[in-house]
């Protein structure tokens, strides 16, 4: 138990370093201000102790002085407040190309998928080097996922996707925790993120013969009907999906919204809530008929048709555009 | 001072010993009655909530869960935090100290409204003892926080009855809150105008507000939890189309502000004891109670802090990081200004010069890493994590807790008519200190290093720094017990107190100590500024404290 | 002059119109006023809260939201609205007997206002027995199958249904908007029946009759709520 006094966390990812630099930082400067309060009232509580025949001056303020700090504090605070800003916005901004991982968490497991359709529970190999993008759900209550070592963390909420994304830099083992109380098991809902070199990656990913998720979704489109509906070769009773992913879409009401993973979801779900314009309100909901895993591989699949022109459908945030956020 | 009513026995009449037995008690309308029922009631649920913690940190000695079960720790934390919170953090200062001495800091005989102020005391008692069956019960493992879906349809603890205790008790806080803010306005003395107001009066109005304007929408937010698990609602369930952050928001609403009406009445009597011990009037008056009021108001736009990881829009997250700045900046001021007045003080240091100390300096840590906290990058990382944890005993703990002692021991000659033992008081208050900052510096470290919170078990690799914790948190324990004690020995053996014995400033020391039930024997006229420090006699020496007639 | 008495005055036998810690009876008439405005304030951060909910729901569901307000009975609506304005309206006259020394004015103004408030309580319990009988209660009977608004000109193969789960979140919303409004108009009828027997054993008189006032004041509180509610929850799509 005393063999090491833990101090300082593992540092993993590209994040970790911009974070512990800011940590640093208002280190520094609430030092310095700590320091700076203990030695004053130090030295005053000395030097003006009660002395017999000395009385107190009184003096009633300074306008002044009260200006100067209440300004300078608050321009220091300015600079962490830019500061953490810049960096929370690049933890939101997740990457063009970064390698996804459907993610469904539930009391008290993780469920992760990977896009070649590998399964994992409470582990997820990632490669070094490369941007990952976590698309997360909760089948039950919120959760949250931790990594300490990316310095990262966002909470998975149900009935919708929220988004983390990451590029480790430094193979190795690392905590995967809950961080939202979920109930009995919170504390028991940890797991472990594997970063691993490329090539140990690759040599990972190929073992065992996974169906990739876009196929699986693929399948489930064929099983479920979506394709009598949603067809490409003659005007179906629903949008043709080819290319749809990323696109802006316009509505029956006359609102445009963003195709992201967030409105994919709630069209399988919720079909009624938007209808694009020109199409009739007849597509029916599957709620209660598909599973998280089921809507990842729908959501997968629509996301891998290449549209007319071939090309990559443009990235979004997966978190926008479907309901209005709170 | 005139002169005093005495009874056929030749004793004084006091507040308290005008009339004897559980009726005149239970049944009174006198404010500082009231004030000691609440003293009595508050104290209880401490220990209730300190308990609680001590078997956290028992649980949390090892990193396996192995002295409860997961379900039993769960209940542990959250019932810590709803005693802790709404059933002692919330009333202490206002309903202890504020109910006593407002009306004798203002001038009056009593607040505007003495009947409404037994009423929010018997509101507390019913929703105590709702709490009580709760626990008994077989306890609710919601987390304080009571976060949808978990509370509204995975839980089977008694919820219901912890938010109906939870209830009761805020309708107390706010009808105390409304209590003040008539009294300060309409039933200070002549010449008490607002600008001579003590700063523990101008807190108090300041907590007021919070109380009255925020505590409401905590209490429709969690009347439509406990709708939605009776009649299985669904207005917080995605799986029915509700939203679980909007449960979020509006209890966030109220929680953020509360978090001021915690700490507000500690800081007023902060600014009450440094002045009389550095015998001198406060630096900045003036910028002072702008400070107050500007944190109850711009505490009111920042509660969404609290949710930068939970999946708010980046737009939200980015205005309410700045606005929590704002905040930030009149907590400095004050903080600057006790500094400033000590400056060119007669400095002495008697046990609540001593807990104001531990104030300034715990709430700056408390505070600086609130900075810490509004900081979008850094909160992603600590946010649900032994930092935040740290952060706010620092301020609860390290802040309000030690004003709140400092407090009663300033005011216990006044409430008593008794003096402490000024040994054991510094004593306890060194023990209170070191064991505080041994409790929940560990827990900073721990923060960072990624210990979530709500975990009663943890990777080995945290285990010392949990032990180290544990073991400040039963020094601390013993310096709370201390008071117990010494205050209750004092009751009998203390020292008898005079009407002064600090020669403050302020008019509650200007009467007798006890006071007579309608506080002055003559309606006092107010022609002196406040702090009037120069006008005032130094300090007493211990041995020149007269004794009580 | 001594003020200290012993062990306080019963209330019963002090001046209701100035009590002991009060200087002069102005004082003691702000004090109740400010009272009475600021449980007001947070009356209205205590219904705010609900308000705030609908709001975001009303936004989010917008069309199942119009069409569930259409299921709510606008007739019974209009009339209590009506109801409850005249009970203000007897509230003032109350007031005006008062002050003008007329008891039997008074208690009969306010058994008038008493009646308003049971005939609207009356006409709400009505109500919602036609929800229940509906199945547009929420909870486990819960069911819902209209149309959206406006849906009607479309032929019948094509119309749109709204959906049940948001129909029933408007259904939710209404009811705890007006149980909380009814529980709050229950609590002001026990009240004003409890001053009805005072104000008959002649309590009240122009020098004194705060109570009255406050009591009235409350009472506007919860009518104002009231027209609120009217027009979010019965007249939102009703100019189709």
């Known amino acids: 138990m005393f063999g090491h006094l833990p101090l300082w966390p593992d540092s993993a990812s590209t994040n970790?370093?911009?974070?512990?630099?800011?940590?640093?930082?208002?280190?520094?400067?609430?030092g310095i201000m700590i320091a700076l309060i203990f030695t004053v009232l130090t030295v005053f509580a000395i030097r003006f102790r009660k002395r017999r025949g000395q009385r107190a001056v009184q003096i009633e303020g300074s306008h002044q002085l009260e200006v100067t700090w209440s300004i300078i504090p608050f321009c220091v605070m300015l600079v962490f407040y830019i500061w953490g800003a810049v960096i929370y916005f690049q933890e939101r901004t997740p990457p063009q190309d970064a390698t996804e991982v459907y993610t469904v968490a539930k009391q008290w497991m993780w469920k992760f998928e990977h896009k070649g359709g590998q399964r994992e529970i409470n582990e997820l190999h990632v490669p070094v080097g490369r941007d990952v993008k976590m698309i997360m759900t909760s089948q039950d209550v919120i959760h949250s996922f931790f990594v300490p070592a990316f310095r990262i963390k966002q909470d998975v909420l149900p009935g919708r996707y929220t988004t983390l994304w990451f590029r480790a830099t430094k193979a190795g083992t690392y905590h995967l925790f809950c961080s939202q109380y979920c109930g009995t098991q919170h504390s028991g809902m940890v797991g472990w993120i594997k970063v691993m070199e490329p090539s140990d990656y690759e040599a990972w990913m190929s073992g065992g013969g996974n169906q990739p998720l876009a196929v699986t979704g693929q399948k489930l489109f064929a099983e479920l009907g979506c394709v009598t509906c949603h067809r490409s070769d003659t005007q179906g009773r629903g949008p043709d999906l080819a290319g749809v992913f990323g696109k802006p879409v316009l509505l029956q009401d006359g609102r445009t919204v963003t195709a992201d993973e967030n409105y994919i979801r709630e069209s399988i779900l919720e079909p009624g809530a938007k209808i694009v314009q020109g199409f009739k309100p007849v597509m029916p909901t599957f709620q209660g008929q598909?599973?998280?895993?089921?809507?990842?591989?729908?959501?997968?699949?629509?996301?891998?048709?290449?549209?007319?022109?071939?090309?990559?459908?443009?990235?979004?945030?997966?978190?926008?555009?479907?309901?209005?956020?709170? | 001072?005139?002169?005093?009513?005495?009874?056929?026995?030749?004793?004084?009449?006091?507040?308290?010993?005008?009339?004897?037995?559980?009726?005149?008690?239970?049944?009174?309308?006198?404010?500082?009655?009231?004030?000691?029922?609440?003293?009595?009631?508050?104290?209880?649920?401490?220990?209730?909530?300190?308990f609680f913690a001590l078997l956290i940190r028992l649980e949390l000695l090892t990193p396996a869960g192995e002295l409860v079960q997961s379900d039993t720790?769960?209940?542990?934390?959250?019932?810590?935090?709803?005693?802790?919170?709404?059933?002692?953090?919330?009333?202490?200062?206002?309903?202890?100290?504020?109910?006593?001495?407002?009306?004798?800091?203002?001038?009056?005989?009593?607040?505007?409204?003495?009947?409404?102020?037994?009423?929010?005391?018997?509101?507390?008692?019913?929703?105590?003892?709702?709490?009580?069956?709760?626990?008994?019960?077989?306890?609710?493992?919601?987390?304080?926080?009571?976060?949808?879906?978990?509370?509204?349809e995975f839980l089977k603890t008694n919820v219901i009855s912890a938010i109906v205790g939870i209830f009761f008790a805020g309708f107390s806080s706010i009808l105390t809150g409304l209590n003040f803010i008539v009294t300060i306005h309409r039933m200070r003395a002549p010449g008490m105008t607002w600008n001579r107001l003590p700063l523990f009066v101008w807190a108090h109005y300041a907590t007021s507000i919070i109380q009255v304007l925020g505590t409401p929408v905590v209490a429709i937010t969690l009347v439509l939890v406990a709708?939605?698990?009776?009649?299985?609602?669904?207005?917080?369930?995605?799986?029915?189309?509700?939203?679980?952050?909007?449960?979020?928001?509006?209890?966030?609403?109220?929680?953020?502000?509360?978090?001021?009406?915690?700490?507000?009445?500690?800081?007023?009597?902060?600014?009450?004891?440094?002045?009389?011990f550095s015998r001198k009037r406060i630096f900045g008056y003036k910028a002072m109670t702008l400070a107050v009021v500007g944190i109850a108001v711009i505490g009111f736009l920042v509660w969404a802090h609290h949710m930068f990881v939970a999946g708010i829009s980046l737009y939200a997250a980015l205005i309410f990081s700045l606005l929590s700045y704002f905040v930030a900046v009149p907590s400095a001021i004050k903080v600057f200004n006790w500094t400033a007045t000590m400056y060119k003080g007669s400095i002495t240091y008697q046990t609540p010069m001593l807990y104001a100390f531990g104030f300034i300096g715990l709430f700056t840590i408390g505070g600086l890493t609130g900075l810490f906290l509004a900081c979008l990058g850094m909160d992603v990382h600590v946010h649900d994590t032994y930092f935040i944890i740290a952060h706010f005993h620092?301020?609860?703990?390290?802040?309000?807790?030690?004003?709140?002692?400092?407090?009663?021991?300033?005011?216990?000659?006044?409430?008593?008519?008794?003096?402490?033992?000024?040994?054991?008081?510094?004593?306890?208050?060194?023990?209170?200190?070191?064991?505080?900052?041994?409790?929940?510096?560990?827990?900073?470290?721990?923060?960072?290093?990624?210990?979530?919170?709500?975990?009663?078990?943890?990777?080995?690799?945290?285990?010392?720094?949990?032990?180290?914790?544990?073991?400040?948190?039963?020094?601390?324990?013993?310096?709370?017990?201390?008071?117990?004690?010494?205050?209750?020995?004092?009751?009998?053996?203390?020292?008898?107190?005079?009407?002064?014995?600090?020669?403050?400033a302020g008019l509650e020391w200007q009467t007798h100590s006890p006071p007579p039930t309608f506080n002055f024997d003559e309606q006092p006229v107010v022609t002196w500024e406040a702090y009037n420090y120069d006008e005032i006699d130094e300090i007493p020496e211990k041995e020149e404290v007269p004794v009580a007639h | 002059m001594h003020t200290s008495q012993a062990v306080a005055d019963k209330p019963e036998h002090e001046n209701p119109a100035l009590l002991h810690h009060f200087a002069t009876k102005g004082q003691q008439k702000n004090a109740a006023s400010l009272g009475m405005w600021l449980f007001l304030a947070q009356e209205v951060m205590f219904f705010g809260g609900l308000f705030c909910a609908y709001l975001v729901y009303r936004y989010k569901y917008f069309g199942d939201f119009g069409s569930a307000s259409q299921q709510l009975d606008i007739r019974l609506g209009t009339i209590n609205t009506v109801v409850l304005i005249c009970s203000s309206l007897t509230v003032v006259l109350a007031i005006r007997a008062v002050q003008l020394g007329k008891r039997m004015a008074l208690v009969f103004w306010l058994l008038a206002t008493i009646l308003f408030g049971l005939a609207f309580l009356g006409?709400?319990?009505?109500?919602?027995?036609?929800?229940?009988?509906?199945?547009?209660?929420?909870?486990?009977?819960?069911?819902?199958?209209?149309?959206?608004?406006?849906?009607?000109?479309?032929?019948?193969?094509?119309?749109?249904y709204a959906n049940p789960h948001h129909a029933e979140m408007f259904f939710s919303l209404y009811f705890a908007m007006t149980g909380m409004h009814a529980l709050h108009m229950i609590i002001g009828v026990g009240l004003f029946g409890f001053l009805a027997y005072k104000a008959w054993r002649g309590k009240y008189t122009p020098d004194y009759y705060t109570p009255i006032e406050n009591a009235g004041l409350y009472w506007h509180f919860v009518d104002i709520v009231w027209i609120y509610l009217f027009g979010l929850l019965y007249l939102i799509d009703r100019h189709r």
């Not at chain 2, 005495?6 to 009174?28: F, Q």
């Not at chain 2, 917080?236 to 502000?257: A, C, E, I, T, V």
């Not at chain 2, 003096?419 to 023990?431: H, N, Q, R, S, T």
């Open chain 1, 16 to 30: 970790a370093g911009n974070v512990d630099a800011l940590y640093i930082f208002l280190l520094l400067v609430s």
């Open chain 1, 290 to 326: 598909v599973s998280d895993e089921q809507l990842n591989a729908l959501v997968d699949y629509v996301k891998s048709l290449a549209g007319p022109q071939s090309g990559r459908p443009a990235d979004s945030n997966p978190a926008a555009g479907a309901s209005p956020q709170l």
């Open chain 2, 1 to 50: 001072m005139a002169t005093a009513v005495v009874s056929d026995s030749g004793e004084r009449e006091t507040y308290l010993n005008a009339g004897y037995g559980l009726k005149s008690w239970l049944l009174t309308v006198d404010h500082k009655r009231i004030a000691l029922l609440y003293l009595i009631s508050i104290t209880f649920f401490f220990f209730i909530g300190g």
């Open chain 2, 73 to 152: 720790y769960n209940k542990l934390f959250t019932m810590h935090g709803q005693v802790m919170v709404f059933f002692f953090l919330i009333p202490a200062v206002p309903a202890v100290l504020g109910n006593f001495l407002i009306p004798l800091m203002i001038g009056a005989k009593d607040l505007a409204f003495p009947r409404i102020n037994l009423l929010s005391w018997y509101l507390y008692i019913i929703g105590g003892t709702l709490m009580i069956y709760t626990i008994l019960n077989g306890g609710v493992d919601t987390g304080w926080t009571f976060y949808t879906p978990l509370s509204t």
């Open chain 2, 227 to 276: 709708l939605e698990r009776l009649f299985h609602l669904g207005v917080f369930n995605p799986m029915l189309g509700g939203d679980p952050l909007l449960f979020q928001h509006l209890f966030w609403f109220y929680s953020h502000p509360a978090v001021y009406i915690m700490i507000l009445p500690g800081m007023g009597i902060v600014s009450e004891i440094v002045c009389c």
């Open chain 2, 394 to 504: 620092y301020i609860m703990v390290g802040g309000m807790v030690m004003a709140y002692l400092g407090g009663m021991h300033f005011w216990w000659p006044k409430i008593t008519g008794r003096m402490y033992p000024e040994g054991w008081g510094k004593l306890a208050a060194l023990i209170v200190f070191i064991g505080f900052n041994l409790t929940f510096f560990p827990q900073f470290i721990l923060g960072y290093l990624g210990m979530p919170r709500r975990y009663h078990a943890y990777p080995a690799e945290f285990q010392i720094l949990n032990v180290l914790s544990t073991a400040g948190a039963t020094i601390l324990a013993v310096g709370y017990l201390l008071p117990m004690v010494y205050f209750v020995w004092s009751m009998r053996y203390g020292k008898p107190a005079p009407p002064n014995p600090w020669n403050a």
């Open chain 3, 123 to 160: 006409i709400k319990a009505n109500e919602y027995a036609e929800k229940f009988e509906k199945h547009h209660v929420p909870g486990t009977s819960f069911s819902y199958h209209e149309l959206l608004p406006g849906q009607e000109k479309f032929p019948a193969a094509e119309r749109q």
